[in-house]
């Protein structure tokens, strides 16, 4: 009788537990459900940025490697000593020396004004491409690049350089970052529209007179049939503000505009991933990544560029005056990569040899 009564006293305890383990079953598979169709609706956006290889320093790379000093043999037993002259003083250099134009160094004018240093960067780029140079033509915009990397001047010359050098893909970036420049580029920016639409136009083997024509400088970039057709994801511009009231680069908000091409079933936005990396440089030349507070994220809830609709992601970056000086490092740049189901899709630099470090893999 009191066994009877035991298994009755237990009975609902053991219903209960397993009516409360089926439940807990049924919430977990009912949550893993909802994740999946959750991630497929989310952008995956990526701001760890790797740190360059080997250390690299960007701006602050020698034009050669000074040959070592001789070393003196030791005198023979035979030849008499003779007494050590003393060396004449040398004096002391100045901190910014004109070089003398010799083959293989570059004859720029010493000023503190990087404007200057610019357009002297860019005229010597073009005497060497005149003596058919373009090692060394290529070396003077580099630098003019390192000095000022949204110099209009300074890209279209780049460009061109490429076109030379049989270098598309890199000659339609630089065309690319004038536009992205906007009414800053001046003149220069109706040659780059054109400029991408003829490349866009041999590289889908249409007529360029057929391609849409350029837009105004005022009005917004409309992307050509040929990238429209050619890719998923592109960015249609970049508008990048300053917000430090000291001036300086450390503090500012960057507008990236991303248009889609034409896909069949629209956009995946589970498919989309991007990554943002932002590099400072240290007082030694090191390029390292960031230590500014970053904040990235897209304008509105939900990304689906239906109907040819853009989306804009908006991104923060903040270099406090502390962590600028406690680490002795600026600003100097970001690089971009937009990617659709694993495929690059398209891409950005500031300054633009960011992009070199780090070779996408398709």
Do not use: C, H
Request: net charge positive; proline share 8%.
């Amino acid at each position: 009788m009191e066994a009877t009564l035991l298994a009755k006293r237990l009975r609902p305890k053991t219903y209960s537990i397993a009516l409360y383990l089926a439940g807990l079953v049924l919430l977990v598979q009912v949550a893993a459900i909802f994740l999946v169709f959750y991630f497929r609706r989310v952008v995956t956006i990526d701001t760890s940025a790797p740190p360059l290889p080997n250390q690299a320093q960007v701006a602050q790379t020698p034009e050669r490697p000074t040959p070592a000093p001789a070393v003196p043999s030791a005198p023979s037993a035979s030849a008499p000593v003779q007494a050590a002259t003393p060396p004449a003083p040398t004096p002391a250099a100045p901190a910014r020396i004109t070089p003398v134009p010799t083959p293989g160094r570059l004859a720029v004018a010493a000023t503190e004004d990087p404007a200057q240093r610019v357009k002297a960067l860019n005229e010597e780029a073009e005497r060497f491409q005149t003596q058919g140079d373009l090692r060394l033509a290529a070396l003077a915009l580099f630098k003019a690049e390192a000095l000022d990397s949204r110099d209009s001047t300074t890209l279209v010359n780049l460009a061109r350089l490429m076109t030379l050098e049989k270098e598309t893909d890199k000659a339609r970036t630089y065309w690319q970052r004038v536009v992205d420049l906007g009414s800053a580029a001046g003149s220069n920016y109706n040659l780059a529209r054109e400029q991408l639409v003829l490349i866009d136009s041999r590289s889908t083997g249409t007529s360029a007179n057929n391609a849409p024509p350029a837009t105004t400088v005022s009005a917004p970039v409309a992307p050509t049939t040929a990238v429209t057709a050619t890719r998923a994801l592109f960015v249609d511009r970049i508008e990048k503000t300053n917000t430090a009231s000291n001036g300086s680069n450390n503090e500012f908000t960057m507008r990236v505009v991303l248009g889609a091409g034409i896909i069949p079933g629209g956009i995946q936005p589970g498919k989309v991933d991007i990554k943002l990396y932002f590099y400072d440089l240290q007082a030694s030349g090191a390029i390292v990544p960031s230590r500014a507070q970053l904040k990235v994220n897209f304008l509105g809830s939900r990304q689906t560029w239906a109907n040819g609709q853009r989306e804009t992601l908006m991104a923060t970056y903040l270099l406090s005056p502390d962590q600028a000086r406690i680490y002795n490092q600026k600003y100097y740049g970001y690089m971009l990569r937009i990617y659709y189901d694993g495929k690059l899709q398209d891409e950005r630099a500031e300054p633009d040899n960011l992009l070199k470090f780090f070779p996408a893999a398709n």
